[in-house]
């Protein structure tokens, strides 16, 4: 399609419309971007939930005095202030019992990482992976009658049983 069937189309389509539809140079234009950290909290717990095994957990008392920032849904950010904002995520997590605490920690740095440098264009300084507990629970199919998770759990002396 060359220039000259694009404006036989503009053309078509103001005359159709009635309005006079026109383009904005944005070459000149100068501003700032700023994406709040509640927008970027979303998308690390979007990230966080989409890892297999993963929980979000509660930070904790001493977590949440230490900087002054509340923790929402297992995540905390922080943004760096300059020309180009770094961001820096602290996740609190429980991980599923039977899987490898390093290999669903490095899961979650790389998913968390991936998101929110893809849909807000900022680059992430680090992601710090805070493994709060382990999990015992145990999804049932949808076939059973019961729709609660059981607990699994550990006997209370190994010995007595013999």
Known sequence: MDSNEQVEIIANDEQSDGIESSTVDQTGLEGKIRISEDVIAQLAVKALLSVDGVQPANPGLMANLRMGRKAANGVRITISD????????????????????????????????????????????????????????????PSDSSTESETEEFPASYGDEM
């Open 82 to 141: 300059g020309e180009s904002p770094e961001i820096q995520v602290d996740t609190y997590v429980s991980v599923k019992y039977s899987l490898r605490i390093p290999d669903v920690c490095w899961d979650v740095q790389e998913a968390v990482k991936d998101q929110v440098e893809r849909y807000t264009g900022y680059s992430v300084k680090a992601v710090n992976v805070y493994v709060q507990g382990i999990t015992f629970v145990e999804k049932k199919s």
